[in-house]
């Protein structure tokens, strides 16, 4: 079995994913697990999958995984970690908002039991290298409160793009998910304090890199409503196992 599964989900990043895979390889190649690299495609229609299948021939533990067409974030990472093989599948966001070296600090975790890590930004001793604008920082921190009121209480920080499950978290939690687009990160979470999950919550360095496909008047205002979904998934019981 392989050690860390690396999943990027990506989306027309044929500029950006150059560094990012860079970085993800200078790491693991020191690493002292064994590894593999998911690139889960988005439905990309720029040069993102031709640049993956060329890396991918260089360096044979990269993998492209890919969506017929575009269909959010989402579900890319739920393709992502579901085609992954490692015993822990760490998805990370393209633009090195977060450094791979931050998973210095996830390891000793993961190797205590934990079953969720994730990346946070309001921990204390977090470090905001480079913050988000303000509108986008006040939304986020809304989005954060409602998150913890509607979803799960004791996380401080749901969106950051650095989260790691094992492979029994990501049996339990991906294949339930029903969210594709931006509140996904709340709805995976969520489905694994339901199902039992020990969650971590690991402060980070964080950086916030130009580029960002996030649409604050359409997504901002559809993550909201995605919260009330989740909570109206679940009471329809929609996020049982099924047979």
Known sequence: MIDLSVVIPTYNEEKRLGPALAETLDYLRRAPESWEVVIADDGSVDGTRAYVEEQARREPRIRLVRLPENRGKGAAVRLGMLEAKGRWRLFRDADRSTAMA???????LLAAGADVVIASRRLPGANLARPQFLPRRLLGMGFTRLCRWALVE????FTCGFKCFTDRASAAVFPLQLLERWGFDGEILFLAKRAGLRIEQVP???NDEA???VRVLIDVPRSFWELVLIRWNALRGMYRAKP
């Open 211 to 213: 580029g960002s496909k």
């Open 154 to 157: 004791d996380v401080v920080d």
């Open 204 to 206: 980070v360095t964080w």
């Open 102 to 108: 931050e998973f210095d600090r996830f390891r000793p």
